[in-house]
Nanobody, 116 residues
Framework: VQLEESGGGLVQTGGSLRLSCAVS????????ISWFRQPPGKQRELVAT???????NYIDSVKGRFTISRDNAKNMVYLQMNSLKPADTGVYHC???????????WGQGTQVTVSP
C-alpha cells in the first residue's frame, strides 16, 4: 500500500484547505484510513478516521470544522478543513493498516500552516 498526500499550504486563520490522499490499489480492501498531524515540536496525533462503511471519528478540537471522506471509486481519501486556526498547523499524514500480519502504512506528509 502506498499513500501520497497533497493539498497542504499556507492559509490565514479562518480559511479552508482540502487535503487529498491517493491510495495505491483498491481502497475497498482497507478497513479504516486516518489522517494524523504533527504540530511543530509535538507528537503526532490522530485527527480523523473513516471506516470502510463510511463511519467517521474526529478529535474534539476539529469536530464541526473538519470532514473526512473516502471515494472508493477513485481510491482517494479527503480531509476538508474549514475555519482553520493556528493550532491546526503541522504536517498532515495519511495512514492505514493492512495485511496479515498487519502492517502500518504512512504517506510522506503535507505541510499545513495557518497564520494568525
Amino acid at each position: 500500500v502506498q499513500l501520497e498526500e497533497s493539498g497542504g499550504g499556507l492559509v490565514q486563520t479562518g480559511g479552508s484547505l482540502r487535503l487529498s490522499c491517493a491510495v495505491s490499489g483498491s481502497i475497498s480492501r482497507l478497513d479504516a484510513i486516518s489522517w494524523f498531524r504533527q504540530p511543530p515540536g509535538k507528537q503526532r496525533e490522530l485527527v480523523a478516521t473513516v471506516t470502510r462503511n463510511g463511519d467517521t471519528n474526529y478529535i474534539d478540537s476539529v469536530k464541526g470544522r473538519f470532514t473526512i471522506s473516502r471515494d472508493n471509486a477513485k481510491n482517494m481519501v479527503y480531509l476538508q478543513m474549514n475555519s482553520l486556526k493556528p493550532a491546526d498547523t503541522g504536517v498532515y499524514h495519511c495512514h492505514t493498516r493492512y495485511g496479515d500480519p498487519e502492517v502500518y502504512y504512512w504517506g510522506q506528509g503535507t505541510q499545513v500552516t495557518v497564520s494568525p
